[in-house]
C-alpha cells in the first residue's frame, strides 16, 4: 500500500480507503463488516471513512468496534455531520449546536475520543458560514477531531471557507470528498484547481459509480437479479448511465484494461483515479473479502500515456452521449 498526505496536512492516508456506505450496519452483517475491516487493515489501509447517517449511526457502531482492535494512532478515522439525525429542526444543517451534539454523539458510537477527520457532509446555506467553520476549529482546540474537510462542496464554497478561516486565524480545511469516476468529473473543472490552491486532498467516493464500472452490467442485458441496478430504488445518478451506448463503451474500457494491462475493469478504474495529484485517496466498499483484494492491487497500477489517451477518446464519448439524455 502507498500513502498520500492529506491535502496539504501532514497526515498520510492510504491511497485506497474503506467506506461504509450503503453496507455497514445494514446490507452486510456486522460479523462480514468487521472481517473485511480487519481484512483492510492488515492489508495496509489506514483510512477508514464512515458519517453518522449511514444507517442512521448503525455504521459508526460496526466500524468503531472492529477498528478498537487496534491502536488508536495506527488507523486514521472520519465521519461527517450534516443530514437529519432526527426529526426536530435542529437535527441537521452545520449550526453549532448540531455540528457539536453530532459530533459527540458520533465519538460515543465510534468508542473512540476523537476523530481524525470530521467532514461537512454538504454545504449548508442556511447557516452563517463562519458559525460552522468557528465550530469545527473549537472542536479542534478541544482536541476531539484533529482535522476538517467538506463533502460534494463547489470550488467557491471550498475558496469562501478557506478565506474566512485564514482572516479569522481559524484551522484551515484539509479535504474535500466529491463523487469522483470515469463517468462522473464534474470536479475536473473547478473543484480540483481550487482545492489544490487552497490545500485541501480529494478523498473521492463512488470510484467504480455504483458497480457500473466493473463490467456487471452488459448493453442489450438486464441487470443480474441481485445487483443495485436490479432495485427499484436505483438512484438517479446510476440510473442515467444504464444505457445501453453508454454501456458499449464501458465495454471498450473493460476490453483496455484486459488487453492492456491483463486487469479487472474496476482495477483499472481506480488507477485511472489515483493517477490524479489532487486525489489523496479513494474510497472503496466491499461487501466481501475478495472484492477489497482486488481493489487493492489497483494501487500498484501505472497507466502508460498511449492507454490513457485511448481511455481519454472512450471518455469523450460518453460525455457525448450522456450530454444528449439531458
Not at 497526515?11 to 472481517?35: F, R
Not at 484533529?146 to 482572516?167: N, P, R, V
Request: glycine fraction near 8%; include cysteine; charged fraction near 25%.
Amino acid at each position: 500500500m502507498k500513502y498520500r498526505r492529506l491535502g496539504n496536512s501532514g497526515v498520510k492516508v492510504s491511497e485506497i480507503g474503506l467506506g461504509s456506505w450503503l453496507t455497514y450496519g445494514s446490507s452486510v452483517e456486522d460479523q462480514t463488516a468487521g472481517n473485511i475491516i480487519h481484512h483492510a487493515y492488515e492489508n495496509g489501509i489506514n483510512f477508514f471513512d464512515t458519517a453518522n447517517v449511514y444507517n442512521r449511526g448503525e455504521a459508526e457502531k460496526v466500524v468503531g468496534k472492529a477498528l478498537s482492535s487496534y491502536k488508536r494512532d495506527s488507523y486514521v478515522l472520519a465521519s461527517k455531520v450534516y443530514f437529519p439525525m432526527g426529526d426536530g429542526p435542529n437535527d441537521r444543517g452545520l449550526s453549532r449546536k448540531h455540528i457539536m451534539e453530532q459530533c459527540d454523539a458520533s465519538l460515543q458510537r465510534l468508542g473512540t475520543d476523537y476523530m481524525d477527520l470530521y467532514q461537512c457532509h454538504r454545504y449548508d446555506p442556511d447557516t452563517p458560514l463562519e458559525e460552522t467553520l468557528m465550530a469545527l476549529d473549537d472542536l479542534v482546540r478541544q482536541g476531539k477531531i484533529l482535522y476538517y474537510g467538506f463533502s460534494e462542496w463547489t470550488g467557491t464554497q471550498i475558496s469562501d471557507a478557506a478565506h474566512i478561516a485564514d482572516k479569522r486565524n481559524l484551522h484551515r480545511p484539509v479535504s474535500n470528498q466529491p463523487i469522483y469516476n470515469m463517468l462522473v468529473r464534474y470536479i475536473e473543472k473547478e473543484v480540483l484547481p481550487i482545492s489544490e490552491r487552497e490545500g485541501l486532498g480529494q478523498v473521492v467516493f463512488s470510484p467504480l459509480a455504483q458497480g457500473i464500472l466493473t463490467g456487471k452490467y452488459r448493453p442489450g442485458e438486464q441487470p443480474p437479479a441481485d445487483s443495485r441496478a436490479a432495485n427499484s430504488d436505483i438512484n438517479f445518478a446510476m440510473e442515467r448511465f444504464m444505457d445501453d451506448r453508454i454501456l458499449e463503451n464501458v465495454v471498450k474500457l473493460e476490453d483496455l484494461a484486459r488487453n492492456e494491462l491483463g486487469v479487472k475493469l474496476s482495477q483499472l478504474a481506480l488507477a485511472w483515479i489515483l493517477r490524479k495529484p489532487g486525489v489523496s485517496s479513494t474510497i472503496v466498499g466491499a461487501s466481501r473479502p475478495e472484492q477489497l483484494e482486488e481493489n487493492l492491487k489497483a494501487a500498484e497500477l501505472e497507466l502508460p500515456d498511449n492507454l490513457l489517451d485511448e481511455i481519454d477518446s472512450t471518455l469523450q464519448e460518453i460525455d457525448h452521449i450522456t450530454s444528449g439524455l439531458h
